[in-house]
């Protein structure tokens, strides 16, 4: 009998325990990062030349086996634990399955043969920064400038897909100058292109083309002049709430936190509290963001290529930053850090990348005050105070502030920041009134200008709205006359609904602003007392969608940013907006590709998909740094209760 080798043994055990506690939605934990790391290198894929691994985290298990889990008050049986794993080798992507019970195993091994890349690496990121640097080429052109070496930062960009028949993983290099201020994405060196094979990490194409004047440093620098956090006010609320693991409970509220490297917090079976019923009811069963798609207005041959897509490419979680205690977060706030896989399958750390805190935000949850009452002045009024679960996730020059915030009234607020500094380009001309052509942005000082750009953040509802068979409706707003009823009123009209329940995909591709209406998810097997389906309102955002054409090669790539609201049937594998490989993707695979089947969506297991957009545009407020620019959306009980929760 062969010898089990003792690391194995130990982390088999170590797994073993840890899946017999585990929520069936827990992220990996170091242990099992390192376990899958040592299964992989154990494997035949250890003999292919430079292994490395993009994407790993948990293999989720069947929605309908997690919900019976759920159900169950006897969990004292582990829960099959298994990763998904995404490693390069060999010039190929392969897609493992990994099954961690006991020494565990790869159970799938797939080679993709199809359109696109896994993500970056942060190695991948680092060496292909550093290689322009060697470069003899790039030394004589910072050299003819006059500026020196070790005060340039070369910032990696992904590069897109512009139609090209065969593709390969490539990178483009921006420099920026640092002399003089930390502020590197204010000055930057104009005119000089360079494009990297990243398999070869070697430089394919380098082109110097011209010389422009490089921004002034003076008053780029975006260090406050007040940055003592004791002073700062802090949110004195008790914590209410209870952590255990990844499952937090506070208030009328149960949900479970998540994290990955490509989608940064996920939220998980979200119940609330029903006093009237006095059982948790199910609202949301999985939540985050799918995709970002964020380009730039240049079509000029420094910028064109500049169309993110930051999850896809980067990772949210692989940028998520360390929350700052007392400035990112409140007193009050509890940490929780995230955990991922690097190139070399070791586990990584994110210190602090997710906090939770009470927030009294000195609005008011509800009031009311009478004086019909003979004798008497009634008045009764509740503060609001919610809870927030926050992560920041820093990609290159932007920070976006991803909140969700919930409501003891049921609802749940989605909200999104952005800040951080602009992403600029030199300039020869000082003042508009230089200008001969379109800059594609705004002068923000001498030799600096912000080129103009879009956000649209996508993101994934799994909605189980009191169940997992849902319905979509549109509840659209329309002018009557009161003539047209046979009413006799000295009114001319006034207004009535009409809800449309969506029957197939197309149905439930929506673009907003238009016209009013409102955006409800139901349960059709579910009625309140007075005999209304219970449901949930979608209240959205800015009415923002894509305004580039539709066979431009970056709207083809991000087609679903077309509609702000899609709805299609639910599907295990279809969680990423524009496809798991977004890099160089031909958006040949992704939302827009999924609805198009026009699957039935009427009482049945549905997801939404809402993109918070921002067509924007900046201004010299926004310079060095930017004040943050909020949006977002909002899930509100739309006849789920009986009565308000907040007064049962």
Same mark, same amino acid.
């Given at each position: 009998?062969a010898?089990?080798?003792?690391?194995?043994?130990?982390l088999?055990l #170590?797994?073993w325990?840890?899946?017999?506690?585990?929520?069936?939605l827990? @992220?990996l934990?170091?242990?099992?990062?390192?376990?899958?790391?040592?299964?992989v290198?154990?494997?035949?894929?250890?003999t292919?030349?430079?292994?490395?691994?993009?994407?790993?985290?948990i293999?989720?298990?069947?929605?309908?086996?997690?919900?019976? =889990?759920?159900?169950?008050?006897?969990?004292?049986?582990?829960?099959p634990?298994?990763?998904?794993?995404m490693v390069r080798? /060999?010039?190929?992507t392969?897609e493992?399955v990994?099954?961690?019970?006991?020494?565990g195993?790869i159970?799938?091994?797939?080679?993709?043969?199809?359109?696109?890349?896994?993500?970056?690496?942060?190695?991948?990121?680092?060496?292909?920064s550093?290689l322009?640097?060697?470069? !003899?080429?790039?030394?004589?052109?910072?050299l003819?400038?006059?500026?020196?070496?070790?005060?340039v930062? *070369?910032?990696?960009?992904t590069v897109? =897909?512009f139609?090209?028949d065969?593709t390969y993983?490539?990178l483009?290099?921006?420099?920026y100058y640092?002399g003089g201020?930390?502020?590197?994405?204010?000055? @930057?060196?104009?005119?000089?292109?360079?494009?990297?094979?990243?398999?070869?990490m070697?430089?394919?194409?380098y082109?110097d083309?011209?010389?422009v004047?490089l !921004?002034p440093?003076? /008053?780029?620098d975006y #260090?406050?002049?007040?940055?003592?956090?004791?002073?700062?006010?802090?949110n004195?609320?008790?914590?209410g709430?209870?952590?255990?693991?990844h499952?937090?409970?506070?208030g009328?509220?149960?949900?479970?936190?998540g994290?990955?490297?490509?989608?940064g &917090?996920?939220?998980s079976t979200?119940?609330?509290y029903?006093?009237?019923?006095?059982?948790?009811r199910?609202?949301?069963?999985?939540?985050?963001?799918?995709?970002?798609f964020v380009?730039?207005?240049d079509?000029?041959?420094?910028?064109?290529?500049?169309?993110?897509?930051?999850?896809?490419?980067?990772g949210?979680?692989?940028?998520?930053?360390?929350?700052?205690?007392?400035?990112? *977060?409140?007193?009050n706030?509890?940490?929780?850090?995230?955990?991922?896989?690097?190139?070399?399958?070791?586990?990584?750390?994110v210190?602090r %990348?997710i906090c939770?805190?009470e927030?009294?935000?000195?609005?008011v949850? =509800?009031?009311?005050?009478?004086?019909?009452?003979?004798g008497?002045t009634?008045?009764? &009024?509740? !503060?609001?105070?919610?809870?927030?679960?926050?992560m920041?996730?820093?990609?290159?020059?932007?920070d976006?502030?991803l909140?969700?915030?919930?409501?003891?009234?049921?609802?749940?607020? &989605?909200?999104?920041?952005l800040t951080?500094?602009?992403?600029?380009?030199a300039?020869?001309?000082?003042?508009?009134?230089?200008?001969?052509?379109?800059?594609?942005?705004?002068?923000?000082?001498n030799?600096?200008v912000?080129?103009n750009?879009?956000?649209? $953040?996508?993101?994934? $509802?799994?909605?189980?709205?009191?169940?997992?068979?849902?319905?979509?409706?549109?509840?659209?707003?329309?002018t009557?006359r009161?003539?047209?009823?046979?009413?006799?009123s +000295?009114?001319k009209?006034?207004?009535?609904?009409?809800?449309?329940? %969506?029957?197939?995909e197309a149905?439930?591709?929506i673009? $907003?602003?238009?016209?009013p209406?409102?955006?409800?998810v139901v349960?059709?097997?579910?009625?309140?007392?007075?005999?209304n389906y219970? /449901?949930?309102?979608?209240?959205?955002? #800015?009415?923002?969608y894509?305004?580039l054409?539709d066979?431009?090669?970056p709207?083809?790539?991000a %087609?679903y940013?077309?509609?702000?609201? =899609?709805?299609?049937?639910?599907?295990?594998?279809?969680?990423?907006?524009a496809?798991?490989?977004?890099?160089?993707?031909?958006?040949?695979?992704?939302?827009?590709?999924?609805?198009?089947?026009?699957?039935?969506i009427?009482n049945?297991?549905?997801?939404?998909?809402?993109?918070?957009?921002?067509?924007h545009?900046?201004? #010299?407020?926004d310079? +060095?740094a930017m004040?943050?620019?909020?949006d977002?959306?909002?899930?509100r !009980?739309?006849?789920?209760?009986?009565r308000n929760?907040?007064l049962?």
């Amino acid at each position: 009998m062969a010898r089990i080798p003792l690391l194995a043994l130990v982390l088999s055990l #170590q797994c073993w325990v840890i899946a017999s506690l585990s929520h069936p939605l827990d @992220p990996l934990n170091p242990a099992e990062i390192n376990h899958i790391r040592h299964i992989v290198l154990n494997s035949h894929l250890a003999t292919l030349p430079n292994l490395t691994f993009h994407f790993v985290e948990i293999d989720e298990p069947e929605k309908k086996d997690v919900l019976k =889990w759920l159900s169950s008050n006897k969990h004292n049986k582990p829960f099959p634990r298994r990763a998904k794993v995404m490693v390069r080798a /060999g010039g190929e992507t392969r897609e493992l399955v990994v099954d961690l019970t006991g020494p565990g195993s790869i159970t799938s091994d797939h080679v993709y043969r199809g359109h696109g890349y896994p993500p970056f690496t942060f190695q991948e990121l680092y060496q292909a920064s550093q290689l322009a640097k060697k470069d !003899p080429r790039f030394k004589n052109s910072l050299l003819r400038r006059g500026l020196n070496l070790s005060e340039v930062s *070369c910032i990696p960009l992904t590069v897109g =897909w512009f139609g090209e028949d065969v593709t390969y993983r490539a990178l483009k290099i921006a420099s920026y100058y640092r002399g003089g201020t930390i502020n590197i994405y204010a000055r @930057p060196i104009g005119g000089i292109s360079i494009l990297i094979d990243v398999e070869t990490m070697k430089i394919i194409e380098y082109i110097d083309r011209f010389k422009v004047p490089l !921004p002034p440093a003076k /008053g780029s620098d975006y #260090q406050s002049t007040n940055q003592n956090l004791s002073s700062f006010p802090c949110n004195q609320t008790d914590r209410g709430f209870r952590i255990e693991g990844h499952k937090v409970r506070w208030g009328n509220w149960n949900f479970h936190v998540g994290f990955n490297a490509r989608a940064g &917090v996920i939220i998980s079976t979200a119940s609330v509290y029903d006093a009237v019923h006095k059982k948790f009811r199910r609202v949301l069963y999985r939540g985050h963001v799918s995709e970002t798609f964020v380009p730039y207005m240049d079509p000029t041959n420094e910028w064109y290529f500049r169309t993110f897509m930051d999850m896809g490419e980067y990772g949210f979680g692989r940028s998520a930053d360390s929350l700052e205690p007392l400035a990112d *977060c409140p007193g009050n706030a509890v940490f929780m850090d995230g955990y991922m896989a690097g190139a070399d399958g070791r586990p990584q750390r994110v210190d602090r %990348a997710i906090c939770i805190f009470e927030r009294y935000t000195g609005d008011v949850a =509800w009031r009311h005050m009478e004086v019909g009452v003979p004798g008497r002045t009634i008045r009764r &009024v509740e !503060p609001e105070v919610n809870l927030v679960v926050r992560m920041v996730a820093t990609v290159g020059n932007y920070d976006y502030v991803l909140d969700w915030e919930f409501q003891q009234s049921g609802s749940i607020k &989605v909200g999104v920041g952005l800040t951080g500094v602009l992403a600029m380009k030199a300039t020869s001309y000082t003042n508009t009134d230089q200008t001969k052509q379109d800059l594609f942005g705004t002068f923000l000082a001498n030799n600096i200008v912000a080129v103009n750009h879009d956000h649209f $953040l996508t993101y994934y $509802l799994d909605l189980d709205v009191d169940g997992t068979d849902n319905s979509f409706i549109k509840a659209k707003f329309g002018t009557k006359r009161t003539t047209s009823i046979g009413i006799k009123s +000295p009114r001319k009209s006034y207004w009535t609904v009409v809800k449309e329940m %969506a029957k197939t995909e197309a149905d439930g591709r929506i673009r $907003l602003g238009s016209k009013p209406s409102e955006l409800l998810v139901v349960n059709t097997n579910k009625m309140t007392k007075t005999g209304n389906y219970v /449901g949930y309102r979608l209240i959205t955002g #800015q009415p923002v969608y894509s305004l580039l054409s539709d066979d431009d090669y970056p709207q083809i790539r991000a %087609a679903y940013t077309k509609y702000q609201v =899609w709805v299609t049937a639910y599907n295990k594998s279809e969680r990423w907006a524009a496809g798991f490989y977004a890099d160089k993707n031909r958006g040949d695979d992704g939302l827009a590709v999924w609805s198009s089947r026009n699957r039935s969506i009427a009482n049945k297991d549905v997801v939404v998909w809402y993109t918070v957009g921002f067509h924007h545009i900046p201004y #010299q407020e926004d310079y +060095p740094a930017m004040p943050t620019l909020h949006d977002g959306f909002q899930l509100r !009980p739309a006849n789920f209760f009986e009565r308000n929760p907040l007064l049962q």
